[in-house]
C-alpha cells in the first residue's frame, strides 16, 4: 500500500497564477507609460 | 502549424509596442514561475501576490529600456522572483503571520466581541420598545428611573438634582420598575435578546 511520508504533500502540485492575475498585468501594462524628459524618466500610469 | 516565437523575439516586439507580446511570455512561462514561487512560500496567496510583482518588475523595467538581452528571460524573471520570495521572508521575520492549523485556532481565543446583525436588531428593537416603557410612567418615577439607569448617577445626586429626599428618590425607582414589570407582565411582552 502506498505510504506518503511528506509532511505537506500539497507542495508538491503545481501551481499557476489565474487568469484574473495574467489580466491585471496585462492592464497593468496598457496603462504604464514611460516619459523622458531631460534624461529623467517619469511612470505615467493612466487609467 | 504556427512556429513558436522566441522569448527574446517576443521581448522586443512587447518593447516596440506590442502587448500580445507579454501574454504570450507570461502564459508561457506562467506555470514554471509559479510552481518555484509556490515551492518556496507554500501558499497559494503569496504565490499569486509575489508571481503579479514579478511581472510588475519585469514590465517596468521593459518599458524603461533597461533590460539588455544579456542572458535569457527566463532566468533573469526567476532571478527577480527569487528576490522577491527573499524579500517576502524578511517581511515576514520582522512581522511573523500566525496561521492556525487543524488543532488550534487562534478564531476560538480572539473573539469578536460585538453583536452580529441578528442580534443587534433585537437589541435595538428591546431598546426601542423598553423606551416606549418608560414614557408610559409617571413623570416623577421617569425622571429618577432615567437619571439613575441612563445617566448613572447615585440617589445621592439624583436626590440633590430633584430636590427629593434619598429615600423618596429611592421609593420612586421602586415604583418605577414595579410599574415597568406590571406593563411587561400585562401586555406579555417579552424582552430578552
Known sequence: ???????????????????ETVNLLMSYSKSLQIIEYDNIQFENNLN | MELQKDDSVLVKDYINGNEKSLEILINRHNQRIS???????????????????TFIKVIRTLKKGSYSEEGKFL??????????????????????????????NIFSVIGDDKLNVEKQLIKDQIDSDLNKLIDE?????????LMRIYK????????????????TALGRMRYALINLRKIIEKNNIVLTN
Open chain 1, 1 to 19: 500500500m502506498e505510504k506518503i511520508y511528506s509532511d505537506n504533500q500539497n507542495k508538491c502540485k503545481l501551481a499557476a497564477a489565474s487568469q
Open chain 2, 75 to 104: 532566468p533573469w524573471v526567476m532571478r527577480i522572483a527569487h528576490n522577491l520570495v527573499i524579500d517576502h521572508f524578511r517581511r515576514n521575520k520582522r512581522m511573523p503571520k500566525f496561521e492556525g492549523n487543524e488543532d488550534f
Open chain 2, 152 to 167: 448613572d448617577m447615585s440617589f445621592k445626586e439624583i436626590s440633590e438634582n430633584t430636590g427629593v429626599s434619598i429615600n
Open chain 2, 137 to 145: 410612567l409617571p413623570e416623577d418615577q421617569k425622571e429618577v428611573l
Open chain 2, 35 to 53: 510552481s518555484f514561487i509556490y515551492s518556496k512560500v507554500l501558499d497559494r496567496d503569496v504565490t499569486e501576490d509575489i508571481f503579479q510583482d
